[in-house]
């Protein structure tokens, strides 16, 4: 079974502690149980209790502590194949509980990719002993916008710094023990503009904790640093390698996100379709509706593919090095494409239980809030697209001969992660001929998709954006969203052959991508920048699936329909 079940985990892991790791974080939800999970959603409570079974069993110290770092016998590896199954589950239970783990990611990247060893020894520590961490990036003025931080250190004649600035919507940063800190040096001084990173401790008085931004049980803090001393000792990065930290930090953190949407929709769903299978309307079973299977056929097929895309990412990017850097699109889909994909299955599942979905005692209240944050995080959606257009014309037309990758659940360190190197020469990065996946199978709907890929690439040679549309982000936007369609479409094939995934379910995602293909397609012949032979090719885009009843009630009775029933979390 490829989606989650608590009741019957069959991801494989290769060492005991993995496995151990998931079940005892399963056994902790449900004994915890849905009510008090949702009290305690609703009221805003601090989640303590997880963070206190995170230390007493050691998983953050498990999860988060490369192999370089670990002491013997712990069997402490980072490890994305065995990472992205944690925050699936995390994710399932609830956004919060992922959210504190996230953050700790984002943290402690700084540190494991700095030559900083009294940091990594004190963050080893501090990891065993349950502590949480904190990724000090964002300001509130210019968010995202990291060029900008006011966040300004000034070096004195005795060696030693301060800071003085705010940070916003820095999660962790009430508890944290160590809060990776960027800033800028100052103007007129050594160094005068350039980046640093370094580490602050949010327990001293310098450290000055404003407020929690949001009403939840994370803290998603703004905190101000006011004259905040320290030393070499403290300081992770200088100049450029305090940006690429930044940026190849996020380049970890942010794949996390679409696990946790892949978890939230798989909760949400198994509750959705327990709900309509079982409720009756006008004298029919909710299910017996054509358009309540027509929407959880969407979803069920949406929510597959979410997960075989972002599965077969990992695999990219446990294969990742300086030589082949294809994650560097892979990895900003999953953030990108899959959360977005984990909104239109929460949404398809809401037009089926309609108020159900706003009850306060199921847990589908809570994904339908926390389904919408995980698309504006880590960068919005916007800014991840801005970064997949760059990879487009290499991807298309200049294709290069990797070898196969395989399924990567082997166990081992992702060493690179954290010695990704400098984030230059994006527009240089080639990846395998895509035709290769979307030859190795010969389905109706694939071929149809194959037909508006081909119309696609046909309207970038013979009517490329002019230079005019080059600097225009809604038109490339669009033009982006029909690329990633092409790169989803194939991972998740390549997935679909290691997980054996049957035919007509491969089929029936296809219809729904031929179906997103035409709606951007739509979009893209409405701009107003778009030209008439651009329009003329958007409409030979515009195509209609290939309608099987047969495929369609085989997806429906072996597919969808057996959702139900199989889990419900204890009250």
Known sequence: MLLLNPRNMTRNYPDARSREIMEKTIAFFEK?????????FNGAVWYADFLEFCKAEGIFSSMMTPAQQSKEGENAVWDTWRVCGFAEILGFYGLCYWYTYQVSVLGIGPIWMSNNQGAKAKAKQLLDQGEIFAFGLSEKEHGADIYSSDMI???????SYTATGGKYYIGNA?????VSTFGKMAEGGENAGKYIFFVADSQRPDYKLIKNTVYSQNYVAEYRLENYTFTEADVLHHGDDAWNAALNTINVGKYNLGWASIGICTHAYYEAIDHAANRHLYGKTVTDFPHVRQLFTDAYTRLVSMKLFALRAADYMKTASSEDRRYLLFNPMVKMKVTTQGEEVINLLWDVIAAKGFEKEPYFAMAAQDIRCLPKLEGTVHVNMALIIKFMANYFFFPAKYPEVAKRDDGSNDDFLFNQGPTTGLGKIKFHDYRIAYNSYDLPNLS???????????MM????????????????LTAGEMFTLVVYGQLVLENAKIYNVETEVIDQIFDFMVRDFSKFALQLYS???????QMEQCLKMLKKPVVDATRYN????SHVLKMKDQYSMPK
């Open 554 to 557: 085989t997806v429906w009775e």
């Open 448 to 458: 149809v998709f194959k037909e508006q890929i081909a119309l696609f690439t046909e």
């Open 153 to 159: 250190v000034t070096k004195l004649a005795d060696g």
């Open 32 to 40: 915890k149980g849905l009510t008090k999970l949702k009290e305690d």
């Open 461 to 476: 040679m013979k009517t490329p954006p002019s230079a005019e549309q080059a600097k225009d982000i809604d038109f490339l």
């Open 527 to 533: 701009k107003p920048s778009s030209t008439p032979g």
């Open 174 to 178: 009430n508890k944290a023990a160590m």
